[in-house]
């Protein structure tokens, strides 16, 4: 996946926000460990996904999509994606963690696709009921690299749930801010004046709650079983769950695997 790198202009097509209404497992103790999510991308196989979207301006459903997404795992990480609604097929190596890397640079990637990636980048050792971790897009590393953009970054915040024998269930938090580094400074001035624009640096990039849901993965199967999430377009600067549920202005998104 390539990094997010915008143009200050672009915060106000800022995504956001998760929930989800699957019914709850059977938790273990307290502190039990529990087995780590973890895609397998060597196996031949065919994944079917069920897409539904809502979009909602002043309070109105104005968008709806229904589709499906298909996998088709190639071995070696390498996966078809495929929008039932759409004419294209893309291209990606997945790694374990399911982060899609295009196999054609530049190519078409649906923000849809970043559900899939459940794990940061150096994996997670050992999890247990309470665990926490956090996945950055892009990278720091990534970051770093592009130093001269001014780039938005997502953090996506798991916590452990519940587990059983088959599947794991997380809460995901979404978080978003501007990186705060020499081009975002001449950005903000160069839109709201010198005093306009420090004012602006200091709030947007500090992390902003954007998106809030959970994740099933099968750790028996090892692929994501359903996500769902609510997000907003411009999340405030002191937003919580609450809000983020009931803004006027959110987007609804469910993805779950058909049997």
Known sequence: MKPYVFKVSAIVLLLGALWACQKDNDPPAPGAAVTVPKW????TRNLLYEVEFKGYTKGELAQTRTTTLELFFKGAGRVTVVFGDAATKQE???DSTGLLSPVVPGQPYSPILDLFTVLPADGVAAAAVGSHWDVLAPSEKQVA???DACIIQ??????????????IKM???GYLRVVDNKAAATNFETMFGTAGGALARQAWTQWRLFQTGETVFSTSD????LASYVAVILP???MDDAALRA?????????????
């Open 92 to 94: 990606f190596i997945m």
């Open 154 to 167: 997502s953090r996506r915040t798991f916590k452990v749930l519940s587990a059983d024998a088959n599947s």
């Open 236 to 238: 405030g600067a002191n």
């Open 247 to 259: 803004s006027p202005e959110r987007e609804e998104l469910t993805i779950r695997r058909r049997p």
């Open 40 to 43: 397998d991308v060597q196996t």
């Open 222 to 225: 090892n692929n994501l079983k």
């Open 171 to 173: 809460q995901h938090d």
């Open 145 to 147: 690299a592009n130093a």
